[in-house]
């Protein structure tokens, strides 16, 4: 007589549940419709360095002395940068600090979704925002303001692993940021003073070559002001290098600077990461 061995229940379940990646694409999908249903967060998220944009490109529009390009044309790869920042960092740091407070986090937590897919579905939305933002900006720029996009692959390469670096560090710095503020209603004013602080001190909205020599060297601690100079560096021309501190793009510094961020991001997430709030231990 011979027996056929049955498989458990629940490993036949686990057969069919999605892996990780699955589970993160799903989330994903999840927090992008979050995202989209929110009309004025749409609104403002894309608008934002837009209106700002618009601003600074008509007050100042005068020729730069010797760098060959118009004020207007600097303000272009700065507001991108700032705006990948603004999608990745500043959206973190708020959006998961709130889902803390809400105790929206421990209920995840508890289910049995993987951690990683909650945070493989924040990345995808970052991703997709920011390059919304993205193009947005490059699209007002090359209509209104004379940018010109480049015209070898090699320039086009430098922007992706500019884009995929200092979002990345973003992000990662945004969910470490999150474990700061006491409250979701704090977490706005926590997150938005850095972030206001190093737009001015990273040439987002004062050239470089204004800015104090302390302060630029405070600015390149952190990803913006190397984000700033790598796509002044992809859109800008070469003439316009003699702006820069080191009056080049440094574009191998870029990458290391980015990359090491990466890297540090990742270890403040996996060091300050908390599930709940300070107030439930």
Same mark, same amino acid.
């Given at each position: 007589?011979?027996? $056929?061995?049955?498989?458990?229940?629940?490993?036949?379940?686990?057969?069919?549940?999605?892996?990780?990646?699955?589970?993160?694409?799903?989330?994903?999908?999840?927090?992008? @419709?979050?995202?989209?249903?929110?009309?004025?967060?749409?609104?403002?998220?894309?608008?934002?360095?837009?209106?700002?944009?618009?601003?600074?490109?008509?007050?100042? @529009?005068?020729?730069?002395?010797?760098?060959?390009?118009?004020?207007?044309?600097?303000?272009?790869?700065?507001?991108?940068?700032?705006? +990948?920042?603004?999608?990745?960092?500043?959206?973190?740091?708020?959006? +998961?600090?709130?889902?803390?407070?809400?105790?929206?986090?421990?209920?995840?937590?508890?289910?049995?979704?993987?951690?990683?897919?909650?945070?493989?579905?924040?990345?995808?939305?970052?991703?997709?925002?920011?390059?919304?933002?993205?193009?947005?900006?490059?699209?007002?720029?090359?209509?209104?303001?004379?940018?010109?996009?480049?015209?070898?692959?090699?320039?086009?390469?430098?922007?992706?692993?500019?884009?995929?670096?200092?979002?990345?560090?973003?992000?990662?710095?945004?969910?470490?940021?999150?474990?700061?503020?006491? $409250?979701?209603?704090?977490?706005?004013?926590?997150?938005?003073?850095?972030?206001?602080?190093?737009?001015?001190?990273?040439?987002?909205?004062?050239?470089?070559?204004? +800015?104090?020599?302390?302060?630029?060297?405070?600015?390149?601690?952190?990803?913006?002001?190397?984000?700033?100079?790598?796509?002044?560096?992809?859109?800008?021309?070469?003439?316009?290098?003699?702006?820069?501190?080191?009056?080049?793009?440094?574009?191998? @510094? +870029?990458?290391?600077?980015?990359?090491?961020?990466?890297?540090?991001?990742?270890?403040?997430?996996?060091?300050?990461?908390?599930?709940?709030?300070?107030?439930?231990?």
């Amino acid at each position: 007589m011979t027996t $056929t061995a049955v498989r458990p229940h629940s490993d036949a379940v686990a057969e069919r549940l999605p892996g990780i990646w699955g589970l993160g694409l799903q989330r994903g999908v999840l927090e992008l @419709r979050q995202f989209f249903r929110q009309r004025d967060q749409v609104v403002f998220t894309f608008a934002f360095p837009v209106v700002f944009l618009f601003l600074f490109a008509s007050i100042f @529009r005068d020729d730069v002395q010797d760098a060959g390009i118009t004020a207007s044309q600097l303000y272009v790869p700065a507001m991108m940068a700032a705006g +990948i920042m603004s999608t990745s960092f500043q959206s973190l740091g708020i959006s +998961i600090a709130i889902e803390r407070d809400e105790k929206v986090l421990r209920r995840l937590r508890g289910t049995p979704m993987p951690p990683a897919a909650y945070f493989l579905g924040k990345i995808w939305l970052v991703l997709v925002t920011g390059l919304l933002e993205t193009v947005i900006l490059l699209l007002v720029g090359t209509a209104f303001y004379d940018i010109d996009l480049p015209s070898d692959a090699g320039r086009w390469f430098d922007f992706a692993w500019i884009f995929v670096l200092g979002l990345t560090a973003c992000a990662l710095l945004g969910i470490a940021i999150s474990s700061v503020p006491k $409250t979701g209603k704090s977490a706005t004013s926590v997150v938005v003073l850095p972030f206001l602080v190093l737009q001015f001190i990273s040439g987002v909205y004062i050239a470089i070559d204004t +800015i104090p020599g302390w302060m630029l060297n405070i600015g390149a601690l952190f990803p913006l002001k190397w984000m700033c100079q790598g796509l002044r560096g992809v859109f800008l021309p070469e003439s316009a290098q003699v702006l820069e501190q080191a009056g080049g793009w440094e574009f191998g @510094r +870029i990458a290391l600077v980015l990359g090491a961020w990466c890297v540090g991001g990742l270890l403040l997430c996996l060091l300050t990461f908390r599930w709940k709030n300070r107030r439930e231990g």
